[in-house]
């Protein structure tokens, strides 16, 4: 039983380029979160999707960040023309019926050069 | 949700159980005690979680007092591999958003 899925582990982007971020849930987990890390920084809350719906984007930054869960397919976290300061690692989490207690990924190191 | 405090850090010897304490004076009677850890540069790892009762996994035991101001996490025998930055969160029931705060960075030497 493969865990959270997330892709790739590393990417580079030049500034003002577009970062799409990959994340499949654990087989049967329908509830999918995205949390961010900043260099020598803690976590922190982005959004939290359920298939085809936003459920809390509270910590989604307002401009250039969105994410989806589609019906079929990956969540994905997309980031329009990036910054230095959007340089983290970004991770994913799924569970299955909406606890706390979820599984992470391994995640997404963002590089912005 | 209530704040927590945790010890920036903390050592134990391989082998040796590793006691976390967390102290939460204002939680709520419907807030539960969850404890991640992140093993360096890796995702968080859910270990247990609790809301008035001691809990045991796999992983390790969570004693929560009776009033329920405060908690440990024992994890019976270190290993290298416990080496870790472990958070203590206070979550209301059914809540989805995990605040995280500093953690206490465990050593566990050998």
Redesign the interface.
Known sequence: NAG?MQNPRHLVRRRGQEARLRCSPMKGHS?V?W?RQLPEE????MV?LQKENI??E??MPKERFSAEFPKEGPSILRIQQVVRGDSA?Y?C?SSPY?E????????TRLTVV | DAKTTQPTSMDCAEGRAANLPCNHSTISGNE?V?WYR?IH??????II?GLKNNETNEMASLIITEDRKSSTLILPHATLRDTAVYYCIA?IQG?????????TRLTINP
Not at chain 1, 100 to 107: D, V
Not at chain 2, 41 to 46: E, I
Not at chain 2, 95 to 103: H, N, R
């Open positions: 959270v509830h979160y949390y803690g976590l922190k809350f939290y459920i809390d509270s910590g690692a991770f989490a909406g706390a207690g979820y599984t992470f990924g391994s995640g | 539960y969850y992140q540069s890796q995702g968080p790892q859910y979680h979550l809540a989805q958003k995990l605040v995280f705060g500093q953690g």
